[in-house]
């Protein structure tokens, strides 16, 4: 896609910024708990997957209802039988946190699954975005252990996978993480072992990598999976479903490391990419190899100027590149990312290009060549910046205040300009609030910004700025808020 695209963006940067993303620092290394201690024999990389099956599993294809759509996160489903534990509140609490207004919290649970696959020795997953959050539960319908082969192939069969395609996700799935014994005491034994104070039983030996041990273990039978050599036949649920086809399946894996994990790259993707009917998700996802962000745009009333500043990064750069001015190289999963920052502190020239002028674009020069996405340029809007005469006062309590200056290109005329604040709505899907600005009362009609403001008490709440233009609401700066600006003029 050509950049810029707000939503593309910044599905964009959760599947491909790293560890800058916030997110893929909580599966690195493999086995990081961060709800208990490292020997509670627990990951977030196991949780994140389960979550994101357990979400999904609901989907009827027939009816189109149910699928990735984060009805995981309502407490009503967190409380059924089929979803027991602990891992789906954990897993959403850390993951819902990074959706925004163009991601939403489904879409963090299908990146959650494939940085944690990726991360963790499995293959690379296409990513795309666009899932809808739901706002009610959906109809109960995720697997147990207890039930038997039948009602295990009509589920699967529901949620739009065959009798081969439900051996092969149950095999990725599980080559991850285990059976904990407080949720099924039935299952798993106390086990007072230091190295698994969860007195979890895993389902393969190396359950914090990605790899076909769960099938090779199994076809050599010496696995421990409790699902399937568990002392309580009835939930031996994984030798049910592996054995299904006489073990061809797993034999299959057993054999390829490779071919395993191109079933799972095939099937967890469709598991992730399975969404109630009408939900349109966009392209899969690739990297941009140069991608400007965090750009911010702001007017200098007394100079008529603008000062720029942002950063650009670049991706996988090629072994031995060395451009100048590296800020901060990222890597995590098996990329490397690097961003350059730009500001008018490093370089001068960004602190005051001429307002009059404007900037519509921005191009950059990596190892001697010209990055512009074929001849269109990195697009940069002038229209509407916080103007630097935002400021605050210094008086302490009740008393204290700021004002928010927003400059508007003469001749933009929006029909409202406004602060935006991402929050969250009933539900707690994210949305953005508006707190609308009064147009100046007389704008000097040679100046080329016109200014907007609002005065409200001091607060430390960042904003991005919005308007309303032609229709149309534009979104322009990073969150920014009062502080950052100059203490009022007395
Ligand atoms: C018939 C189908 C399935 C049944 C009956 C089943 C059952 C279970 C059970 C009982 C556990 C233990 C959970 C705990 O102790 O907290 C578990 C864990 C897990 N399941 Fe499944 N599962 C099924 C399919 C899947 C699928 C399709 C996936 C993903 C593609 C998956 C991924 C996982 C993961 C990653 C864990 C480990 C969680 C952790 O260690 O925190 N399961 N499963």
Same mark, same amino acid.
């Not at 789906?88 to 879409?107: G, H, P, W």
């Not at 059976?179 to 230091?194: R, Y």
């Not at 490397?336 to 002028?357: G, N, Q, R």
């Given at each position: 896609?050509?950049?810029?695209?707000?939503?593309?963006?910044?599905l964009e940067a959760l599947r491909w910024d790293q560890?800058?993303?916030?997110?893929?620092?909580?599966?690195?290394?493999?086995?990081?708990?961060?709800?208990?201690?490292?020997?509670?024999?627990?990951?977030?990389? /196991?949780?994140?997957?389960?979550?994101?099956?357990?979400?999904?599993?609901?989907?009827?294809?027939?009816?189109?209802?149910?699928?990735?759509?984060?009805?995981?996160?309502?407490?009503?489903?967190?409380?059924?039988?089929?979803?027991?534990?602990? *891992?789906?509140?954990?897993?959403?609490?850390?993951?819902? /946190?990074?959706?925004?207004?163009?991601?939403?919290?489904?879409?963090?649970? /299908?990146?959650?699954?494939? @940085?944690?696959?990726?991360?963790?020795?499995?293959?690379?997953?296409?990513?795309?975005?666009?899932?809808?959050?739901?706002?009610?539960?959906?109809?109960?319908? !995720?697997?147990?252990?207890?039930?038997?082969?039948?009602?295990?192939?009509?589920?699967?069969?529901?949620?739009?996978? %065959?009798?081969?395609?439900?051996?092969?996700?149950? &095999?990725?799935?599980? %080559?991850? *993480?285990?059976?904990?014994?407080?949720?099924?005491?039935?299952?798993?034994?106390?086990?007072?072992?230091?190295?698994?104070?969860?007195?979890?039983?895993?389902?393969?030996?190396?359950?914090?990598?990605?790899?076909?041990?769960?099938?090779?273990?199994?076809i050599a039978g010496t696995t421990k999976n409790p699902?399937?050599?568990?002392?309580?036949?009835?939930?031996?649920?994984?030798?049910?479903?592996?054995?299904?086809?006489?073990?061809?399946?797993?034999?299959?894996?057993?054999?390829?490391?490779?071919?395993? &994990?191109?079933?799972? /790259?095939?099937?967890?993707?469709?598991?992730?990419?399975?969404?109630?009917?009408?939900?349109?998700?966009?392209?899969?996802? %690739?990297?941009?190899?140069? =991608?400007?962000? =965090?750009?911010?745009?702001?007017? !200098? *009333?007394?100079?008529?100027?603008?000062?720029?500043?942002?950063?650009?990064?670049?991706?996988?750069?090629?072994?031995?590149?060395?451009?100048?001015?590296?800020?901060?190289?990222?890597?995590?999963?098996?990329?490397?990312?690097?961003?350059?920052?730009?500001?008018?502190?490093?370089?001068?020239?960004?602190?005051?290009?001429?307002?009059? &002028?404007?900037?519509?674009?921005?191009?950059?020069?990596?190892?001697? =060549?010209?990055?512009?996405?074929d001849g269109v340029g990195f697009a940069v809007a002038?229209?509407?910046?916080?103007?630097?005469?935002?400021?605050?006062?210094?008086?302490?309590?009740?008393?204290?205040?700021?004002?928010?200056?927003?400059?508007?290109?003469?001749?933009?005329?929006?029909?409202?300009?406004?602060?935006?604040?991402?929050?969250?709505?009933?539900?707690?899907?994210?949305?953005?609030?508006?707190?609308? @600005?009064?147009?100046? %009362?007389?704008?000097?009609?040679?100046?080329?910004?016109?200014?907007?403001?609002?005065?409200?008490?001091?607060?430390?709440?960042?904003?991005?700025?919005? &308007?309303?233009?032609?229709?149309? =609401?534009?979104?322009?700066?990073?969150?920014?808020?009062?502080?950052?600006?100059?203490?009022?003029?007395?």
């Amino acid at each position: 896609y050509v950049w810029p695209s707000p939503q593309l963006d910044a599905l964009e940067a959760l599947r491909w910024d790293q560890d800058r993303n916030g997110i893929t620092g909580l599966v690195q290394p493999c086995d990081f708990f961060i709800f208990g201690p490292a020997n509670s024999g627990r990951s977030n990389a /196991a949780d994140w997957i389960r979550t994101a099956y357990h979400d999904m599993a609901t989907h009827n294809s027939t009816d189109g209802t149910g699928g990735m759509d984060a009805s995981i996160r309502f407490t009503e489903e967190q409380a059924r039988p089929e979803d027991i534990g602990d *891992g789906f509140s954990n897993s959403v609490a850390v993951l819902q /946190a990074v959706s925004t207004r163009y991601i939403s919290i489904a879409d963090t649970l /299908a990146v959650g699954l494939i @940085l944690a696959v990726e991360n963790c020795g499995g293959p690379e997953i296409a990513f795309r975005g666009g899932r809808v959050d739901a706002v009610e539960p959906n109809i109960p319908g !995720v697997p147990e252990p207890q039930q038997d082969l039948d009602s295990h192939i009509a589920s699967f069969s529901r949620q739009g996978f %065959t009798q081969t395609e439900m051996i092969g996700l149950v &095999a990725c799935g599980h %080559t991850m *993480g285990g059976v904990q014994h407080d949720p099924f005491p039935d299952i798993v034994p106390e086990l007072n072992d230091p190295n698994s104070t969860e007195s979890v039983v895993h389902f393969d030996s190396t359950h914090v990598n990605f790899d076909n041990n769960i099938a090779i273990e199994y076809i050599a039978g010496t696995t421990k999976n409790p699902l399937v050599v568990g002392f309580n036949d009835t939930t031996n649920s994984d030798k049910r479903i592996f054995g299904s086809d006489g073990n061809a399946t797993m034999q299959s894996f057993a054999n390829s490391p490779d071919l395993f &994990a191109s079933t799972c /790259a095939d099937l967890l993707g469709r598991m992730v990419d399975t969404v109630p009917a009408g939900v349109q998700l966009t392209d899969v996802i %690739t990297p941009l190899p140069v =991608k400007p962000a =965090k750009l911010q745009l702001l007017f !200098v *009333g007394d100079t008529n100027t603008i000062q720029f500043s942002g950063e650009v990064r670049l991706w996988d750069l090629a072994e031995g590149a060395n451009p100048i001015d590296s800020v901060v190289t990222v890597s995590g999963g098996r990329h490397t990312a690097t961003w350059y920052i730009f500001d008018h502190i490093a370089t001068p020239a960004l602190a005051a290009l001429d307002a009059a &002028a404007g900037i519509t674009s921005i191009h950059y020069t990596v190892d001697n =060549k010209l990055e512009d996405q074929d001849g269109v340029g990195f697009a940069v809007a002038d229209d509407v910046m916080f103007s630097t005469s935002s400021c605050f006062t210094s008086d302490t309590g009740s008393e204290a205040t700021g004002i928010f200056h927003i400059a508007v290109r003469a001749g933009v005329d929006p029909t409202r300009v406004y602060l935006e604040q991402p929050t969250r709505d009933s539900v707690g899907r994210p949305t953005t609030s508006e707190i609308g @600005l009064t147009p100046p %009362t007389q704008p000097d009609s040679n100046a080329t910004y016109v200014i907007w403001s609002i005065q409200m008490p001091l607060v430390f709440t960042a904003f991005t700025v919005g &308007a309303e233009i032609d229709g149309v =609401k534009v979104t322009r700066g990073v969150l920014t808020s009062m502080i950052e600006f100059d203490q009022c003029p007395t």
